[in-house]
């Protein structure tokens, strides 16, 4: 189960996938920053201590919401790239077979992968637009990491045996994965220095961005032969501020991500048919309640997903390699921040040690074959950042998740167990998730008979012999009353 850590007297609280992305949230917070500072600052960091699931290279959505009540959607996840590309050679992939625990998949990695990266001017933007605390304040945890390293946590450590034909098929992601010749595994120590070096560098206010010279120059060496990377899409590439997607949900208001990406409208649809009269506290069904709002969703979920932009262009969609950060600041300031690298395309910037993203390698996302999207569309996401906002407008709940599909169910349902049950966020996090696979349900060890025989009367039920991170990792903060970071995901959380 998952612990929960109670608010200290600043009231502050934070959730994240790895104790040192919450220990750089934290270490921000009590320097005098607010919920935007630490959010950026746990991103950075995220980049260092968590680099299979997100990175500078990535893309990702914060959710903010001030203590003025100002509530904006911060879009800064990748792009398709090719803005002004003369024909030349056809991206180059390299397949990888990768061993799940019941399957294996090929993915498409290398330059033909990459996507327009939004991570860095994402962070850039939000503290800009939101923080107080000078960069450099901001910046130095995640240096910090990167110049000492990070001991890899056991599901880290399982994420990299996972990825490793990605992780080691260039010689500068060996240098960081097997400096000694050896994949890295539980508790040996991952450096960095090359980031450290350009994390002190940006810290000083250096002009780093990837829209234009020395670190844009770097990325377009890594896609100049064999990708479609440009520096047209950097120069184009921008920050969207968004009005969150809004649903009121048994008298509160649910703030998450909106279109263009759909994990948000997914969350939202299945909220819609758990009101006060069909999703009861303390009900042995809920589970199945839960699992039968997400197969109406999933009857209706090609018109959702459909990914058209009002034009009609086809919209690729990605959500794999996810991690999640929630922070509350105590002071009335909310962020929830969602970030992703995919699966990394296992290419690493020279002199940066920041590894590119493989959004546009991943088979199963792009259905109408790879490459097809025109340059320049935003590519949508299962991404929700969500922020919940009760009737006297104080915000309730900071929550998100990464898992894939499984996002729009672990959200879903740790609202259910926070908002309608009443758990304490430890419980409502380490409860046995279940999730509707499109004909039949797959959850967790723990339920009650009384629930499991409710799931099996809407079709087959698969139970999984433990807990585990496929169901996602929620990093949950009810302010207030305490946080809970998710087992699944080695997460954590801090009161600082």
């Known amino acids: 189960m998952a612990a929960t850590t109670r608010p200290g007297p600043s009231g502050a609280l934070v959730a994240a996938g790895h104790p040192a992305v919450a220990r750089a949230a934290g270490q921000v917070l009590a320097a005098g920053g607010n919920a935007f500072d630490a959010v950026v600052a746990a991103g950075f960091a995220a980049a260092v201590a968590e680099p299979c699931l997100s990175s500078l290279a990535g893309g990702g959505f914060c959710l903010a919401r001030t203590a003025e009540g100002e509530e904006v959607l911060f879009d800064f996840f990748v792009d398709t790239p090719g803005r002004g ?27 033909g992968s990459v996507a327009v990266p939004g991570c860095l001017p994402g962070y850039l933007h939000v503290h800009r637009r939101l923080g107080r605390l000078p960069l450099a304040e901001v910046v130095g945890p995640a240096a910090a990491l990167a ?14 045996a996972l990825l490793e034909p990605i992780l080691l098929r260039t010689a500068a992601g060996r240098a960081i994965f097997a400096p000694e010749g050896r994949l890295l595994g539980p508790g040996d120590v991952v450096r960095n220095p090359d980031q450290a070096h350009l994390l002190s560098e940006l810290g000083t206010g250096a002009d780093l961005t990837f ?4 670190l844009a120059d770097a990325l377009l060496a890594v896609t100049a032969e064999a990708g479609l990377l440009t520096a047209e899409d950097l120069a184009a590439y921008q920050v969207v501020e968004r009005t969150p997607l809004e649903v009121p949900w048994r008298g509160r208001r649910v703030l998450t991500n909106p279109g263009p990406s759909f994990g948000g409208t997914l969350v939202a649809a299945a909220l819609r048919r758990l009101g006060d009269d069909v999703l009861v506290a303390g009900d042995p ?30 919209r690729p969609r990605t959500s794999r390699g996810t991690t999640h950060v929630s922070v509350w600041d105590g002071e009335g300031g909310a962020a929830a921040m ?16 920041i590894l590119t993203n493989n959004v546009l390698g991943e088979e199963d996302l792009h259905p109408d074959g790879f490459h097809v999207a025109p340059p320049g569309l935003r590519v ?14 104080s915000t309730e709940v900071v929550l998100g998740s990464g898992g894939s599909k499984r996002i729009r169910s672990a959200i879903a349902q740790v609202l259910a167990e926070v908002v309608v049950h009443g758990l304490d966020p430890g419980d409502a996090v380490g409860a046995p998730r ?10 967790e060890p723990g339920l009650s008979t009384a629930a499991t025989d409710a799931l099996a ?15 996602g990792g929620a990093h949950l903060v009810v302010p207030g009353v305490g946080a809970a970071g998710d087992p699944r995901r080695d997460g954590a959380a801090l009161a600082p």
């Open 338 to 353: 969602t970030t992703s690298n995919g699966e990394c395309s296992g290419d690493v910037v020279a002199g940066t040690g």
């Open 285 to 314: 069904a809920a589970p199945a309640t839960l699992v039968a709002a997400a197969a109406e969703v999933d009857r209706e979920r090609r018109a959702i997903l459909a990914g058209r932009d009002p034009l009609g262009a086809v």
């Open 457 to 471: 009367r809407l079709g087959p039920v698969h139970t999984w012999p433990g807990p585990s991170v496929y169901f």
């Open 434 to 443: 279940v999730h509707w696979d499109g004909d039949h349900t797959e959850a």
């Open 211 to 214: 829209a234009r010279g020395p």
């Open 147 to 160: 110049a000492e390293g990070v001991a890899l946590l056991p599901r880290q450590a399982g994420i990299v």
């Open 85 to 111: 590309r003369v024909a030349a050679a056809a991206p180059a992939f390299d397949e990888v077979v990768v061993a799940f625990e019941a399957a294996t998949q090929a993915f498409h990695c290398g330059p």
């Open 380 to 393: 949508a996401s299962m991404m929700a950042p969500t922020v919940v906002v009760g009737e006297d407008g």
